[in-house]
Nanobody
Framework: QVQLVESGGGLVQPGGSLSLSCAVS????????MGWYRQPPGQQRELVTS???????NYADSVKGRFTISRDDARNTVYLQMDSLKPEDTAVYYC??????????????WGQGTQVTVSS
């Protein structure tokens, strides 16, 4: 069984910073792509950023230059550093990982979600 535990959400003023982390545990061969999605109030879930096993990153246009994704494969953890936060960044943030098993099969898992609120 694979578990994802997110931490780091909260309330921050516009222009502030927050860091999120997502630790993956369980029995598996490896982790391929890791990413962060968000779901603003009343809207659909959207991709924020992702990072491949080789370190290639991808960002939504709305967060480019403000958010940074990174991963620590020794700790099976993915991070999201969010700077220059705006009210429109308010959402529930979910981590997402593609797990590889020894049988060369893959499965996607989601974190429980953490609330990020940007407000003065």
């Amino acid at each position: 069984q694979v578990q994802l535990v997110e931490s780091g959400g909260g309330l921050v003023q516009p222009g502030g910073s927050l860091s999120l982390s997502c630790a993956v545990s369980g029995s598996f061969f490896g982790i391929q792509t890791m990413g962060w999605y968000r779901q603003p109030p009343g809207q659909q879930r959207e991709l924020v950023t992702s990072i491949s096993r080789g370190g290639r990153t991808n960002y939504a246009d709305s967060v480019k230059g403000r958010f940074t994704i990174s991963r620590d494969d020794a700790r099976n953890t993915v991070y999201l550093q969010m700077d220059s936060l705006k009210p429109e960044d308010t959402a529930v943030y979910y981590c997402n990982v593609d797990i590889e098993y020894a049988t060369r099969t893959y499965k996607t898992f989601w974190g429980q979600g953490t609330q990020v609120t940007v407000s003065s």
